[in-house]
Structure formats: C-alpha cells, structure tokens
Nanobody, 118 residues
Framework: QVQLVESGGGLVQSGGSLRLSCAAS????????MRWYRKTPGKEREWVAT??????????GSDESVKGRFTISRDIAKNGISLQMYSLKPEDTAVYYC?????????WGHGTQVTVSS
C-alpha cells in the first residue's frame, strides 16, 4: 500500500527552526519526484518545495516565500524526504503535507502542524 506519513511539526518561536520528515511506504521514494505543500485555514493549498532525482542528479525547487530558509532533501535510509526550516515566521504557520505521484495516483500524507508564534 502506497503511503506517506509526515512528522516533526510543532510549536516554535519566530526565528526558530524545525525539521519535518516524510516517510514513504509501498514504493521507493527516491525514484519519484516528492513535494511539500502547506495549507492554512481559508487559503488555498500552497506549494512549498520539490525534489527530483537522486544523488548527483538531484534537483530542487522552492517557492520564493521560503527560498533561502527551507531546504528539501531526500532521506534514503528512511525512504523519504525532509524539509529543514530555518528562520521561521508566523506566516509559515500551516499544516504541511508530503505529496507524490505514483502510478498515476496522487498520494498525500495526513499532514503535520507547524505553528510559529510571534
């Protein structure tokens, strides 16, 4: 069964850091593009970052709002990805979701809440 499970969210003060993890099961995550999205109440889901390829062929991209503060990476040992977040701002408060497309199926985790206090 293809599944994604996020973890690592929590409450942090403005300027702080968090590291989110996304563990995949039922497929080899390094063979697929993987993404982070976030959602706040009353707003559309927002793309955060994408990672494609593996090793020397890895490419990443992120939204301008997080560029220079968030880093997406693969965790091969855990068959997943991570999102390292620095210099967090209150506007980063959201539920963060891991996403991929496997066999034409859009797969989402249940999300992990990140709350940044001012």
């Amino acid at each position: 069964q293809v599944q994604l499970v996020e973890s690592g969210g929590g409450l942090v003060q403005s300027g702080g850091s968090l590291r989110l993890s996304c563990a995949a099961s039922g497929f080899v995550s390094s063979a697929y593009a993987m993404r982070w999205y976030r959602k706040t109440p009353g707003k559309e889901r927002e793309w955060v970052a994408t990672i494609t390829g593996v090793g020397l062929d890895t490419t990443t991209g992120s939204d301008e709002s997080v560029k220079g503060r968030f880093t997406i990476s693969r965790d091969i040992a855990k068959n997943g990805i991570s999102l390292q977040m620095y210099s967090l701002k209150p506007e980063d408060t959201a539920v963060y979701y891991c996403n991929t497309l496997v066999g034409g199926v859009d797969v989402w985790g249940h999300g992990t809440q990140v709350t940044v206090s001012s």
